[in-house]
Structure formats: structure tokens, C-alpha cells
């Protein structure tokens, strides 16, 4: 009785210490006992390298990308808010609210919250400034905590996905880009991942669910599709190979490295090309070919938008892009990331072990409704991917559209058309009292990003994003009437308005007199050629006026266009200010 009662505290204290198992006295029992022992401690023994076919450490590496992501996202929305969508801002998200409010009949109810999901609606609304930063803010410091603790809840993530879900559905135009969506479905799939309340890197109650798993595969699967589909149905230098020739000097926002790879031999961008299309259109099909295919599809996938991240600035989208990537790798390939001898490693090499002794803990009423969440929300995603699979399929392909109102599955795709020209809108003015005398002197003013002063350097910019460079790309190959949103801006301009300024790099007016007149220019810049005179003159740009964006304007000549469209007359602001 002694020798059996010494072989159970042995045996406890065996599953205590996990790994640092110790074997149990081969004199402490003998004859059939013993080998029972010997073939325990066979199955026992602690393992020293992960095992595929779980997904513990992919869980935490998923989380902490999602957190990424969101901590820029908010970021963006905490510097940008208050000048595109605040109390003073571009197009202010309480008038938006207001004009949804008298759409569905007056009433703040289901119906408002059907038409425009947001949180702002339960807020007061005499300090819109001060609920976006809240929000922002917020949204910053739960994404940070998972981002750098790698441990997150149902709770944390359902907050994070409802308060940047309530920005975009207030942001109008400005969180217009296909991205948004992406996140907001990103986001909602990492709702599941987590346990309900525990917070821990290695739940044990909590395994990460394969169906889970198997929706960020579906993912990577459409976004890769929707792209490479889009292309092949658009713009003939899609199937011509040549698209790369143009793409690096017209996308929206290059960068340094733009300007050189653009330059690249041709029989390169046709590469690129070729290349480009077999990542989206043919490497999505080996996720469903077993476990070393899609890895091969997640590390393709990866390496495909670590190439895009180098070569342009276009937000946070490809590193967005990477995450559901991830979910093709499992702990065995994901182990060289972590620490080896203590933390979250070394809870699932226990985990591990456990599971090939046979000694799998039972399952709880939890987990069992869990497993029963797992396949519903499998279900949900098949239901809602059919409108998605079907424009996937038509001819009349769409590109970034949601068939449902919280956005959980969508259609992506990019540069299903690439502009051949780079037109730019270049904003001037000028304190001459007449716009058409021939001395007049304009003077330009200086986005944060986008192109205009020839001799400055293409910035870099990616994850972060100027959400005006950006539609400013947008309204140079529109007319200023597609883009009423450019000529208040040229209102606020002629106030020297501190709100809009702030998302400039470059006022020409700063500490002197507002200017009396701003005009529109329209321009077509090209790279300059390295080597050539023109850079070494330090011109990274060479442009060559079209003509007028739109004409001079002035305060009083803007009241009558600022009162048809009800904004607020930039002079009346500046006196209240």
C-alpha cells in the first residue's frame, strides 16, 4: 500500500510540473506492476518539439495582428477625425447622422441602427470632437493591451469590432476604401477565437476551434480571388502583361522605392505580372490541399505583400491582408517564434503531451456550447459567402462590397483598372486682389503625402494613412463637380482654417494674412529619370500643367455655393472661432 500510495504523489506531481516530468522509482514497484510503469512512462514522456495539428501559438500570433491593425486604424481616426468627420470637420458625422435620423422617420431606434450601426447614436452629441476621440482612444488602448500581452477575450474583441465598425458607418467618404471592410470582417472572426471572459495566451478550457481556424483560411481565399479575378476582367494591360509598366508611378501614394523599381527592365514588370497573377489566382487553390500546401499558400501570400508594402504606400491593406495568412501555419511551424523553456511554448508542448497520453481532460457544458458556437458561426459564413461566391463568379464582378449590414463577409479587390497618366490637383493662392493679373503670385500648399513640390521626396508612409491624399488621388481624374468635398476645402483655405490646415504638411500662408484668392491646378507629373539632369537637380517629379481644376475663388463669391449645400460659411467659422 505504501509503494502504490508513492506511485500516485509521484503521478501527481508528474502532471504539475508538465515538461520537468520526473520517472517514477523503477524499485517502487515490480514484476506486472512494473511494466505497466516502464510502458506509462514511455507515453509520458514529455515532448521536445511541437506537433502539427493544433493551433495554440497561431491564436496568439493572430490575435497580436489583429491588435496591430486596429492600433493603427484608431490612431489614423484619433489624428484625422476631428478635420474629416468632427463638429468643424470636412463632412461632419453629426449632420450625416442627423440627415439618417429624419431618413427613417425621426426616431433614434432599430431602424436608425439597422441604416447606420454606430454607438455614436447613444451618445451626446453636443461634443462630437470629444465622443470620436473617446472612441479612438478606447480603441488604442484595448488594442494595445492585446498587442503586447498576445491574450484577449470575446469581450475586448466584441468592443474593438463595434467601435471601429462605428466609425466607418459614420465616416462617409472618407473610410469609403475596401480595407475598412476587410477589417471589420477580420476583426469580427478573431471575435471567436478568444474564450469568453478568461484571459489568458494558453486557455486550457478554450482550444482554438479548426472551423475558426478554417474561416481565416476562406479569407486569404477571397481576397486573393476577388484581386486577381477583378484584373483579368478589367483593364486589357492585365492580360497583356503590361499593368507594372504604369502601376509604380500612378498608384496613389508611392514611395522612394517606387521611383526605382519603376524604372526595372521590362521583361521584369512582365514578370511582376505573370507573377501577380499565379499568387492570386492559382496559389489561393493549395489552402485545400492538405497541411503543407497551405502553408506554402500562407508563406507565398505573405512574401507577396511584404513585396507590395516595400514598393507603395497603400495603408495598411497589405499588412492587413497578411493576417488571415497566418491561419495557414500551425504551432509546429510557428514555434521558432517563441521562447523556447517557459510561457505560452511550453504550455502547449504540455498540452501536447497530455493529449498523446491519452489523458485529454473531459469536456465541459462550456466547452460543449462553444463547439456548438464554432459551428454556427460556420454556418453563419457559408450562408453569408454565397452572394460573395456568386459575384466571384458572374462577369459583372464588383469589387469591394458588402452584401450584409455588418459586414461579415464581403467581396475584395484591387486595380481592377490602372490609370496610365498621374494627374495631380494642386491647390494655390495668392493675396493679390485680382486672380488675373499677370504678377499675381501664387503660392502652393503641401499635402503630408501625395505628390506636389517636384523636388520632394516620395514619402514613406505604410501602415499609417492621410485619408485625404488619398481621395485627393480619387478627385484627379474626376471634375471638381464629382468632387464638391475639393471646393470646401478651398473655402477653408481662405480662412487660414486651423481644422483642415492641420492635414496639411505645408502652409504658405502660415502667420500672414489668409490668402484672398485659391484656385485648383491640374497637373500630369512623371518619375524623372534616375541619373538623368533632372535628378540631379534633387527632382524626384517632373509635371507639366493640363490646365484649371477649378477657378479662383473667393469668401464672398463661395457664400451662395456654401448655403445651396448647407456647410457652414468658412468666414462665419473663423469669426465664431
Known sequence: MAASGERAEISVRKRRVGSKRTEPDSAVSGGEDGKHSSSDAEKEKPLLSLQPGTYWLTRIVLLRSVAFIYFVAFSVAYNQNKQLIGEHGLMPCKSYLRSVKRYVGGKIGMAAMAYTPSVLWFFDWSDMDANLDGIALLGMALSGFVLVMGMANMVIMLTLWVLYHSLVNVGQLWYSFGWESQ?????FLAIFLCPVWTLSQVPHRCPPSLICIWTFRWLIVRI???AGLIKIRGDKCWRDLTCMDYHYETQPVPNPMSYYIHRSPWWFHRFETLSNHFVELIVPFFTFLGRRMCMVNGAIQILFQVVLIVSGNLSFLNWLTIVPSL????DASLGFLFRSGA??????????????AGR?????KGMLIRRVVNISLGILIGCLSIPVVTNLLSSRQVMNTSFDPLRIVNTYGAFGSITKERTEV?????????????????EEYQFMCKPGDVYRRPCLLSPYHYRLDWLMWFAA?????QSEWVIHIAGRLLSNDSTVLSLLDHNPFHGRDSPRW???EHFRYKFSQPGSASAAQGKWWLRKRIGAYFPPVNLEGLRGYFQSRNWPHPHLQRNRK
Open 183 to 187: 477589417l471589420l470582417e477580420t476583426g
Open 224 to 226: 486573393m480571388l476577388g
Open 327 to 330: 491561419a495557414c501555419f500551425d
Open 343 to 356: 510561457g505560452a511554448k511550453e504550455a502547449v508542448l504540455e498540452i501536447q503531451s497530455e493529449d498523446l
Open 360 to 364: 485529454t481532460p473531459a469536456p465541459t
Open 426 to 442: 494642386i491647390f494655390q493662392g495668392t493675396l493679390s486682389p485680382d486672380p488675373k493679373d499677370p504678377e499675381a503670385l501664387w
Open 477 to 481: 481624374f474626376q471634375t471638381y463637380e
Open 518 to 520: 485659391v484656385r485648383g
